[in-house]
């Protein structure tokens, strides 16, 4: 009996997360076809891909960035507008971009104690003067088995940078420590 319950937890831990991820690219599929309304399957989804690329190199020339910025100063200036746009977009653009925010790993000391305990984060702003937290930096720690997380201000000198693929750091924290991640390469000292 107990070997039967224990593959079948086995089959679970395999069948679950495929489904699942099989059955979200298929919802996709199908809202995006159904919006766009093409006869084939899956098309929808690869005019959607494309759009959205063509849109990312349009922006990138200088005619269409110039479009693109003058579109952005008139949602700015809707005061509800304004406010959810620069969340989303800064948001956006901390996972990717030019100006991405997440790729500072840290541990936190939360006491005194070097032994003591500890979190982990990722740097977001390193000078809170203008806060008056001079001295303190932004560490955002993700939640665990969530998309959201908490900002949190620590003295500096009790923020240590790690040596790790900022990527893998985020998806061990996000999955709660359950995502195996690669070993981080350190070379040898010389």
């Not at 190199?57 to 949602?75: D, M, Y």
């Not at 201000?153 to 995502?179: C, I, K, N, Q, Y």
Request: a positive charge; glycine letters at 10%; proline letters at 7%.
């Amino acid at each position: 009996m107990r070997w039967l319950v224990q593959n079948f937890l086995k089959g679970c831990l395999v069948l679950v997360p495929t489904v699942t991820a099989l059955y979200a690219v298929y919802f996709l599929f199908v809202q995006v076809d159904g919006l766009l309304q093409l006869p084939l399957p899956g098309m929808g989804f690869v005019v959607t891909i494309a759009a959205v690329t063509l849109l990312g190199v349009f922006t990138s020339n200088v005619i269409g960035g110039r479009i693109f910025h003058g579109f952005e100063r008139l949602l700015v200036r809707v005061p509800v507008v304004k406010f959810f746009y620069r969340a989303l977009r800064d948001f956006v653009g901390a996972f990717v971009g030019d100006r991405r925010s997440f790729d500072r790993p840290v541990k936190v000391r939360l006491t005194s104690d070097p032994d003591g305990a500890c979190a982990l984060g990722f740097i977001t702003t390193e000078d809170l003067g203008r806060y008056g937290l001079s001295g303190s930096v932004a560490v955002y720690m993700p939640q665990a088995l969530n998309f959201a997380g908490n900002l949190l201000v620590f003295p500096a000198e009790r923020v240590e940078a790690l040596d790790v693929d900022p990527t893998d750091f985020m998806a061990f924290m996000v999955s709660g420590g359950l995502v195996r991640t690669r070993p981080s390469v350190v070379p040898p000292p010389e």
